[in-house]
């Protein structure tokens, strides 16, 4: 149901077609009970339903939590209070006690640092989605407002609201206040270089932040710099969905030029750029750095054909840990299945390294691979053989 020209799978596919977002309210979604169309005051009313309902649920998760922690700091108080009347009657006579001074420097240590371990509490997750609802600039303060009220969103979805600067403006104003924000998605927007030069400056603020996706936000090379500028505070980004944005080789090369900075990165989604051989062999270049990715997508790019996936190949032995790999409609063909297995196998790229007068032997190979999509690339059966060797 891909509203989107990069979609192969549409009847209508064209990879020329001008990006456009998709309708709102659509569908079955668009008619009364009696089956004929909303009027456009309908479909505000709709809207402004749907709006205050995510708000409402919002509050009522952050009144909650209120209530929540008000029971615990009772439970405390009465547990301390509890503890100290039992303390006060044992202390005439008090059990001999091992001064601090007398442990060891290691015990001493990890007694000292229990201390001061905070205790971890799970954060409940609120989210705030807003899929498939075309917001206007008032729309937008309405919920920027009330989300900066109660701060307690951790998922907040702005996917397919046809977004402007202006309104991304607003959005980028109170993420910083969102603190416990994890998951943002701002997918199917119409943001370009315009708005990430709205989002990028505040991302850094942004410490807790673990997935992000500007799929389909019209994402180019400058727009991706500007992304990249705030990769090294992102410490905690373990997703990051850059899919159908056609930014082409040379986008990738500038992707490529910060990713290594996202040390929890886990999945990486480049499909749907139109990306050829360089882009692969740029991407190639910094998987070694990226080992503990779990999940790369390079499907839907339609013409790196068997030189790109050599290129790929060289890197993708280096990710010992990935599960999900994802290579489909790339015309790599026969001779590019085989360049893969080989990659997944670790027989090709650098597999040593210098270190003082030796060398370091560093494991390579996929062995925990869970899937591996190779569809329409037209493999015959002389590239299924290679799979099952």
């Not at 929540?68 to 009657?89: P, Y």
């Not at 403006?169 to 701002?186: A, G, M």
């Not at 996936?309 to 489909?328: F, P, S, T, W």
Request: hydrophobic share 40%.
């Amino acid at each position: 149901n891909s509203p989107f020209p990069c979609d192969p799978e549409r009847p209508d596919f064209d990879p020329t077609r001008p990006w456009t977002a998709p309708e709102v309210y659509t569908s079955l979604d668009s008619l009364t009970g009696s089956g004929r169309p909303l009027t456009p005051s309908e479909q505000r009313a709709r809207k402004t339903d749907d709006i205050m309902r995510v708000l409402t649920a919002v509050r009522t998760a952050a009144s909650n939590q209120e209530q929540k922690a008000l029971e615990e700091e009772r439970t405390k108080a009465s547990n301390d209070a509890k503890a100290s009347n039992e303390a006060s009657e044992e202390a005439a006579a008090p059990e001999e006690e091992i001064p601090l001074d007398a442990l060891s420097g290691n015990v001493k240590s990890l007694l000292m640092m229990k201390s001061m371990e905070p205790p971890r509490q799970k954060v409940p997750e609120v989210v705030a989605d807003f899929k498939n609802v075309k917001l206007t600039l008032e729309d937008v303060e309405l919920i920027s407002k009330t989300l900066s009220e109660v701060p307690v969103c951790t998922k907040l979805v702005y996917s397919c609201c046809e977004l402007q600067a202006s309104e991304l403006d607003v959005v980028s104003k109170v993420l910083p206040r969102l603190t416990v924000l994890s998951h943002l998605d701002l997918s199917t927007n119409a943001l370009g270089l315009a708005g990430m030069k709205k989002l990028a400056p505040v991302l850094p603020s942004m410490v807790q932040l673990k997935s992000i996706n500007l799929r389909y936000t019209k994402l180019n090379q400058e727009a991706l710099a500007e992304l990249g500028a705030a990769f090294p505070s992102l410490t905690q980004l373990h997703t990051l969905d850059v899919r159908g944005n056609s930014f082409g080789d040379e986008g990738l090369e500038e992707l490529c030029c910060h990713v290594s900075a996202l040390v929890s990165l886990k999945m990486l989604d480049v499909g749907g750029n139109r990306l050829g051989a360089r882009g692969m062999k740029a991407l190639a270049k910094i998987l070694p750095n990226l080992r503990g990715l779990d999940t790369l997508d390079v499907g839907e790019n339609f013409n790196f054909g068997e030189e790109g996936a050599k290129e790929l190949a060289n890197g993708i032995g280096h990710l010992v840990d990935m599960r999900v790999l994802r290579i489909g409609y790339n015309k790599i063909g026969d001779a590019g299945v085989k360049w893969i297995i080989l990659g997944l196998h670790g027989k090709l790229g650098v597999t040593t390294k210098t270190r003082l007068k030796g060398k370091l032997k560093i494991k390579m190979g996929v062995s925990d691979l869970r899937t591996l999509d190779l569809g329409g690339n037209g493999i015959t059966t002389a590239g299924v053989k290679e799979l099952s060797v």
